[in-house]
């Protein structure tokens, strides 16, 4: 079972990304309804920010266990899951992994968005039936 401690840690740092991407989405709408500018955004900046989590985590040693759990975790996951996703890419294309790299890459874009509009024309029909 995990240390109540670190649950705790990942928690608070997902409220926070959670709040910082909502926040996101808000002011993305100030400069359009119909292009989804928070969520790039939040994307783009998720996925900077844990490049230098990351960086600052392997490279200097100087963020703790628990700082990076609460960080790259909580705050990256909660903002959002895009940052992981490229984390675990990247991963694989430095582990020489290519085929797996160009697997997971592929079926998460494509995948999600199969899965996506399975859940949201199958539940229409459902609905409407």
């Not at 100087?62 to 990256?76: D, K, N």
């Not at 430095?94 to 085929?99: C, K």
């Given at each position: 079972m995990q240390n109540v401690f670190t649950i705790f840690i990942v928690g608070t740092g997902g409220f926070v990304g959670s709040v910082l991407r909502?926040?996101?989405s808000q002011f993305g709408q100030r400069f359009s309804?119909?292009?989804p500018h928070g969520t790039l955004w939040a994307n783009f900046i998720g996925c900077l920010f844990l490049g230098i989590?990351?960086?600052a985590a392997t490279e200097?040693?100087?963020?703790?266990?628990?700082?990076?759990?609460?960080?790259?975790?909580?705050?990256?996951g909660g903002f959002t899951t895009m940052s992981s996703f490229s984390y675990e890419?990247?991963?694989l294309l430095?582990?020489?992994?290519?085929?797996y790299a160009t697997g997971y890459f592929l079926a998460t874009i494509v995948g999600c968005i199969i899965?996506?509009?399975l859940g949201l024309f199958g539940t229409k029909l459902l609905l409407k039936g």
């Open positions: 909502y926040l996101m309804i119909t292009f989590v990351t960086a200097t040693q100087s963020l703790s266990p628990s700082t990076r759990l609460f960080l790259a975790t909580g705050v990256c890419t990247v991963r430095q582990d020489s992994e290519y085929l899965l996506f509009g």
